[in-house]
């Protein structure tokens, strides 16, 4: 007994050790999982400071967390709150390397000169994952994010690098649990605790992000194929969030788009994490959270095509036909006027989207941009004014929303909405802030 006890403590100490390095003043929530002896998968979710009474109950086989956290209790692209490690796991098994031989040949050949050096690295048991930690950032850095993890991907690709395990919500093993594959213990090797700024990051190994970024008048040519990417990537995921936008702005009730609803998200997901399997899982979650959620097989057998047309953008054959026929290349290329049509998007509902918006939308917002550079050009209120004004008005409305919540803790959004008078996307903005 007193042996199992000292095993016991000895996982718990290593698992707290990685979890708070990693995790070192987090905001968002952190998702913990376990995968069961059957195959089956259970995730919860805790703030940084549940942690120390939470993880006694993370010991064991097969126990993983999550590298980035979230705003709200679900591992979803859309949910990411902080970004704050960049990662590859590299598959040592299938091309039958020993893990230990793996990291070494990194250390001669790899870190300092391709990339630079991970602040620690997992050894799940079989196989490696190499972490890089940065200064966190919010979720509007994904696209930025996706273009560096691509990066470090491809010169560890050679050892047997994952490309499914680069996706934002990738949970890894966590040191002192066991491997219950081989029985190996998960163990850290610690390397340095510097953390890395993304930006530090993207103007060292992709200089031409940095170029294309401030020299942003329109050339002649084609763009390198990393701006391209990044300029993709950005475009799928502002609308991948302008489509969970639309669904809270019609409180889930999505009666006659909910199959294409899915279809896109499920399109859109594959496109930023190249991740078939994961972007089935989340797409299916999210079509979960509907007012009449479609049965699991039909939904799955309706978007079935947003994984073939993924599949077809990397295929040079499908690519060129797509371009005999006038298409930018393989794959979905709608239009935001195809878009409004057909999820039948209202003008209200547009003041609130990012990117799918018309060209009356477009107008109206140029027109408020020109209104307040007329007030600041004839100091009609300064721009730092205005904003100071912006900034008390948010917190007086996010005190009043923590009071509602205090008084009604059973409201739903609508109903807090209601009681605060303000339009329950103003709310969700709100949510995201406490």
């Not at 602040?119 to 919010?138: K, M, Q, Y």
């Not at 205090?406 to 406490?434: C, F, I, V, W």
């Amino acid at each position: 007994m007193q042996n199992l006890n000292t095993v016991k403590s000895y996982a718990l100490e290593e698992a707290k050790r990685h979890v708070l390095f990693h995790h070192h003043k987090a905001s968002g929530w952190i998702t913990f999982a376990k995968k069961g002896s059957d195959g089956s998968w259970k995730q919860y979710h805790y703030q940084l400071a549940e942690l120390a009474s939470e993880l006694p109950n993370w010991i064991g086989n097969n126990i993983f967390f999550s590298q980035n956290t979230f705003f709200k209790p679900q591992r979803r692209i859309e949910n990411i709150k902080q970004l704050r490690a960049l990662y590859v796991d590299i598959d040592c098994h299938n091309l039958n390397y020993d893990p230990h031989w793996v990291a070494e040949k990194l250390n001669l050949e790899v870190f300092q000169e391709d990339i630079p050096s991970p602040n620690f690295i997992i050894f799940s048991g079989r196989d490696l994952v190499c972490i890089w930690l940065i200064e966190p950032v919010p979720y509007q850095a994904l696209p930025l994010w996706k273009a560096v993890q691509n990066y470090f991907y491809e010169r560890l690709e050679y050892v047997g690098a994952d490309k499914k395990s680069i996706d934002s919500t990738r949970v890894f093993r966590i040191a002192g649990s066991v491997n219950s594959k081989n029985g190996e213990e998960v163990f850290v090797d610690y390397r340095h605790d510097y953390r890395y700024g993304l930006r530090e990051l993207q103007a060292e190994y992709l200089p031409e992000l940095t170029l294309a970024r401030q020299n942003t008048s329109k050339k002649p040519g084609r763009k390198s194929k990393v701006i391209h990417l990044h300029n993709v990537r950005s475009l799928h995921y502002a609308r991948l969030l302008d489509l969970v936008k639309i669904a809270e702005l019609r409180d889930y009730d999505l009666r006659g788009h909910r199959e294409q609803i899915c279809f896109l998200y499920r399109y859109w997901s594959c496109c930023l994490t190249d991740d078939l399997k994961g972007s089935l899982d989340q797409m299916l979650e999210f079509n979960s959270e509907f007012k009449e959620p479609l049965p699991k097989r039909e939904v799955e057998r309706a978007t079935r095509s947003a994984e073939k047309a993924w599949k077809a953008k990397s295929d040079v054959k499908a690519n060129e036909e797509a371009i005999a026929k006038g298409y930018p290349g393989a794959g979905y290329n709608l239009k935001n006027a195809t878009l409004i049509k057909w999820l039948e998007i209202t003008p209200e509902e547009q003041q609130h989207l990012k990117t799918i918006i018309d060209g009356n939308e477009k107008r109206r917002r140029k027109r408020e941009r020109d209104k307040l550079a007329y007030r600041e050009k004839h100091n009609a209120v300064t721009r730092e004014v205005y904003l100071d004004q912006q900034k008390e008005n948010t917190e007086d409305k996010l005190w009043q929303l923590k009071q509602a919540i205090k008084r009604h803790p059973n409201a739903t959004r609508k109903e807090l909405a209601d009681l605060l008078g303000m339009h329950r996307s103003y709310l969700y903005r709100l949510l995201r802030q406490l």
